[in-house]
Structures are given as C-alpha cells and as structure tokens.
C-alpha cells in the first residue's frame, strides 16, 4: 500500500540532517496592502531547523483564487435580441 503524503519524509536540504514531513501551519502572504492568512496550508517542515517548503500545488491553488482575474475571461459578444415593439397608444 502506498504511503501517504502525511507519512513520507525527505532529508532537508539546508541542514541536511533534519527530517522533513508535511505539516499544516498558517501561511501569510500580502495582497496589495491586506495581509492574507490561510489556515492549515500544507508546508513540508524540517524538524531540525525549521525550513519551510509550501506545497506547490497548494500554493498554485492559493494563487487562483487570489488572482483578481480570475473568471474574468475573455467574454464572448452575443448579438442583443431585437425589442418587441410595443403597441401604438390608444388616442382618446
């Protein structure tokens, strides 16, 4: 059975002693001026010194959603349907 991202580790690669394993810590980041926190961001995590790496599909995840273009594709120009004619006025 294969391992779970949880449960693998890798040597870290700054003090090359340290074990690093997944953790879910709390990731800053600013936006302009507005500091953006987002809990429970998976980071491999050195347990000797520290080093953090964030996980690259989480942090293309985070990009996304941050992104203000986001959904704001190219929109497509649809013809406007004709206005129905409205009846004449009854004169009185």
């Not at 294969?2 to 690669?13: H, K, L, N, S, V």
């Not at 000797?48 to 990009?63: E, I, K, M, P, Q």
Request: one cysteine or more; glycine letters at 6%; proline letters at 9%.
């Amino acid at each position: 059975m294969a391992d779970t991202m949880e449960e693998q580790t890798i040597t870290c690669p700054d003090c090359h002693a340290g074990k690093m394993t997944i953790k879910y810590i709390t990731y800053f980041t600013w936006l302009g001026n507005e500091l953006v926190t987002v809990p429970e961001f998976p980071a491999w995590v050195c347990d000797l010194c520290g080093r953090r790496d964030y996980d690259n599909r989480a942090v293309s995840w985070l990009n996304t959603l941050l992104n203000s273009s986001t959904g704001k594709g190219k929109r497509r120009q649809y013809p406007r349907p004709p206005r129905a004619e409205q009846p004449p006025a009854a004169s009185s």
